[in-house]
């Protein structure tokens, strides 16, 4: 076995193979750049090294730079982990000449599986069932517009050497085709060094679910089933599920052989995975091959038992796979999460920033006899960067049902605690909420469909929001008496607590009557219906973990005045608990109306300013385009809301813009 392994990575992925390293009992080496410091991955590791600048393509996925550190450790492999040089044939080759061993498949593989082109060339070949598409070079945005007039709107526009939703767009009319080709052209030489092209036809109403692979290099190769990875925005997953509660049995068996044909046909070894796009029929078309491990590799580890980070090692050192495919059970149902640094108030857009709170829940098993599993590559205090991926962690659980699992995921996303940057927590808790998703009836376009204006948080449900009401004002209860006590008070001044009190949240009033006790409350509501609340939680903790009626709910809490903000189950609650004659006088205040921006164009990120399509004066027209600005590597395009006149253009091509930085402004 391998004594000393280089992970040409950063973040989580580093961390995660780090992990599974130091289990086998191999040293471990981290690379990282001026901006990755003082990062989490090279803490673990058990020697470092500096590569170059902040940006990837001056430090993570320059060759020769990594081949230096390479050469400087005396590391024996090298896992690529996935993004950066992960499907770089180059880098395999280099590796190869060196006598350093790739923890991943062979050169030929990568070149014939890793380009999206040539592998749908390879897969119509062998008869794979492929989505009809245009697999030549495209040579610019006029040829573009023409080759997807020909496929027929609508057309995915995507990157050759792509992954992880850049360097892709969906174009549905000749305007959108051109700027798509040039937006997904840029991403692809900014993010991969490879501005190749190819144009295929969009799948309306799609699942998209993918087959994981594990082959050896003594000619055995198997399946480990399916994930379902359809909860998607912008080409990129969120939400990830092992098995996929849309495919039976002969489905299943079917797609997962014809992985394992494809992979043998190039010589594939280690982990892979083979995408499908799958429609209402079950019928399925091969999308792609990712010759690298995936992002939301964990819940198919929780399914299987197998770690497949290790089975990557191994292979690459020689041995044989130990099971066959008969002994590759599926065993109860895994949830993914990943965390993004992506404010979904502000439609997702990225978010950069210190970590001031960062408290994961306690990974292991859970009193309901689920498991909770975080992967990660920040620490609390730690910064997210704009120069990479703007993933914070995989939050993954696990349960013998698919209900129990989302369950688990419920309430692991209510315990996780995260502040100073914005964040997708509520929108993950949302989607656990959500009807379509418990019910499994899922589509690519779910977000689209479900969020068509955006994500404004959630409305609780009027049985949720009282559950929700008793637990503040038995927690009020609790502050309360604890003022009565603060030392120093003037002598026959003593303050008495009442029981009366309305609570008020998300427009909606309950009156109610707390009836403390040791062991916690009896909360009676005007209606006759009562609640029995119990809990540790004392004035000052971020998160009240509490029993309503026996039933758990947990909540992050911020103190306001007059009440808390309370966060659960993605809604951002302004709590109020009041005495009766406070709410009266309460109903009486006017309402503080947001500020006027309708004039404005403010930057919704921070980022670079890389074009600018207009000049003062010009007249504009609602869904024309201003400006792009890029950040964590991908390009966003802000367009006009209503017709106006440019007034003013305040931002300038290069120039770095903060969040509600004012763009352009008009008359």
């Known amino acids: 076995m391998f004594k000393k392994i280089l992970i040409a990575n950063r973040g989580e992925i580093a961390c995660r193979v780090i992990k599974s390293a130091r289990k086998m009992g191999i040293r471990t080496v981290a690379i990282y750049s001026d901006a990755d410091r003082n990062a989490l ?14 940006p990837a393509n001056q430090s993570y996925i320059v060759i020769d730079k990594v081949m230096e550190a390479v050469r400087a450790s005396g590391a024996e492999a090298v896992h690529p982990g996935y993004g950066f040089l992960s499907e770089n044939m180059k880098f395999a080759e280099a590796l190869e000449a060196q006598g350093v061993a790739f923890v991943g498949p062979p050169s030929p593989a990568i070149e014939s599986m ?20 245009y697999m030549g070079l495209i040579a610019d945005a006029d040829e573009a517009v023409k080759i997807s007039g020909e496929i027929g709107y609508p057309v995915m526009i995507k990157a050759s050497a792509g992954g992880g939703g850049k360097g892709m767009r969906i174009a549905w009319n000749d305007d959108e085709a051109r700027e798509g080709f040039q937006s997904s052209r840029n991403e692809a030489a900014s993010s991969f060094g490879d501005d190749r092209i190819f144009i295929e036809k969009f799948v309306t109403q799609p699942r998209h679910i993918e087959i994981q692979v594990l082959a050896d290099q003594h000619g055995n190769c198997v399946y480990l089933h399916e994930r379902e990875c359809s909860i998607q925005r912008r080409n990129q997953k969120v939400i990830e599920e092992a098995p996929s509660p849309f495919l039976d049995a002969a489905t299943r068996k079917a797609m997962g052989e014809q992985a394992v044909a494809l992979a043998k046909a190039v010589g594939y070894t280690s982990a892979g995975t ?6 209402g029929e079950r019928n399925f078309f091969f999308l792609e091959m990712n010759t690298r491990l995936q992002v939301e590799h964990p819940v198919t580890e929780l399914i299987t038992g197998v770690d497949l980070v290790e089975m990557m090692i191994r292979v690459a050192n020689g041995e044989p796979l130990p099971f066959k495919q008969e002994d590759l059970k599926i065993n109860g149902w ?3 999460s990943r965390l993004y640094a992506e404010d979904p108030y502000r439609n997702f857009l990225p978010s950069i920033g210190r970590l001031t709170r960062y408290r994961p829940p306690v990974e292991g098993t859970t009193h309901a006899g689920g498991i909770v599993r975080n992967d990660t590559g920040v620490y609390e205090g730690g910064e997210i960067s704009m120069y990479y991926d703007p993933m914070i962690a995989k939050l993954c659980t696990w349960a013998p049902t698919r209900g129990a699992a989302i369950e688990e995921m419920r309430v692991a996303l209510d315990t996780f605690e995260v502040e100073g940057i914005g964040h997708n927590l509520p929108f993950c808790s949302a989607v656990m909420d959500h009807p379509k998703f418990v019910a499994g009836t899922i589509t690519t376009a779910f977000i689209e469909e479900e969020f068509p204006d955006g994500f404004h948080g959630v409305t609780l449900s009027d049985a949720m929001l009282k559950r929700v009401a008793a637990a503040a004002a038995a927690m009020n209860r609790v502050a309360e008496i604890r003022r009565t006590r603060v ?23 309950f009156a109610l009557l707390v009836r403390a006790d040791r062991g916690g409350a009896t909360v009676d509501f005007k209606d006759g219906s009562t609640m029995r609340v119990e809990s540790d939680w004392v004035p000052g903790q971020p998160l009240a973990r509490l029993l309503i009626d026996a039933e758990p709910l947990v909540l992050k809490v911020g103190r306001i005045t007059g009440g808390y903000r309370l966060r659960v189950r993605g809604a951002d609650l302004k709590t109020h608990i009041r005495t009766p004659r406070q709410a009266e ?23 670079l300013v890389v074009k600018i399509m207009v000049a003062e004066g010009d007249e504009v027209f609602e869904g024309q385009a201003l400006c792009t600005i890029e950040a964590m590597k991908m390009e966003n395009i802000l367009r006009a809301e209503k017709k106006g006149i440019v007034a003013k253009i305040n931002g300038t091509v290069g120039g770095s813009m903060a969040v509600d930085d004012v763009i352009m402004e008009f008359e």
């Open 41 to 54: 991955h090279v803490k673990m590791a058990d020697e470092a090294f500096h590569i170059g600048p902040s």
């Open 114 to 133: 890793g380009d999206k082109i040539t592998s749908k060339k390879i897969a119509q070949k062998a008869g794979v069932s492929t989505v009809p598409g």
């Open 274 to 279: 083979v995408e499908f796009i799958v429609d």
């Open 334 to 336: 895994a949830m993914e």
């Open 487 to 509: 030392s120093g008070t003037m002598d026959n001044h003593e303050r008495k607590v009442g029981d009366d009190w309305v609570v008020s949240l998300q427009g909606t009033e």
């Open 585 to 607: 006088l309460a109903r009486l205040m006017p309402e503080k109306l947001p500020p006027d921006t309708s004039k404005l164009l403010l930057c919704p990120m921070p980022g």
